[in-house]
């Protein structure tokens, strides 16, 4: 058995070495059908990791298309493209990239400055999904494949799901002097009702905590769970 489990770390860093001289940085776990010889080195576990990942980050690529339609005028480069190639482009590169501005920031910072009154900029989008995109990628540790040897906490999975919660009671209840939404969402009075984007919200959510729970049965630790009250606007750490 111990030689079995030595072959099998070997041959994960092994997979991850090659990983390693890819030229390209994955912003996402593959898909399995696109994962190739790697898949050899993946436990079930991982896959389901994996599953949720993508799943996570293509409704968050969601959000941040619906927000721009909400919100179409903050747009930093509304003369230059779409919205989805907006968004598109946005998450064609790893969150560690691009806006050196925000990368020595906390991400829950960058959540706080894109809902802040004093905020100069005019896309706000753009800092609220950057920074909810850095918090759940740090909840993954910015793992972007997951083999045998690697590991993730389901505590900052579940704190992320509870900062999540957090941003979007920000997103719907921060104002400007005048009483105004900073970012619109959800109907305003007299609109008709939409709740896509609660449903939307609450799938980031759901995905976070149901694999924060699967990791957690599966590796016998325990989930620290707490009463989050958005209106105090304290972020878990992750």
Partial sequence: MRSYKLVIACFCLLISACGGLQTTQKTVADDPNKAGV???????MNEVVEHHQRAVIRDLKTLMVKLYGRNPTGRHD????????SVDLFFSQPSHVDFSHWQTMKANDIVRIAL???YQGSD?????I???RKMIMSSYDNHTEFFYLTSIDQQKLYNSARN???????LAEKRNIQGDLLLLSDSLENEQRNLSYQRLI???IATQDNLAEIIAHKSGRIIKTVVIKAASMVFLPI
Wanted: no cysteine.
């Fill in 38 to 44: 790697s898949r050899l080195a993946k436990s079930d």
């Fill in 78 to 85: 509304k003369e230059l493209r779409t919205i989805e190639q």
């Fill in 116 to 118: 802040d009154e004093t």
């Fill in 124 to 128: 706000r989008v753009l800092p609220f």
């Fill in 130 to 132: 950057f920074g909810l």
């Fill in 164 to 170: 999540i919660e957090i941003a979007a009671w920000m």
């Fill in 202 to 204: 609450g799938r980031l």
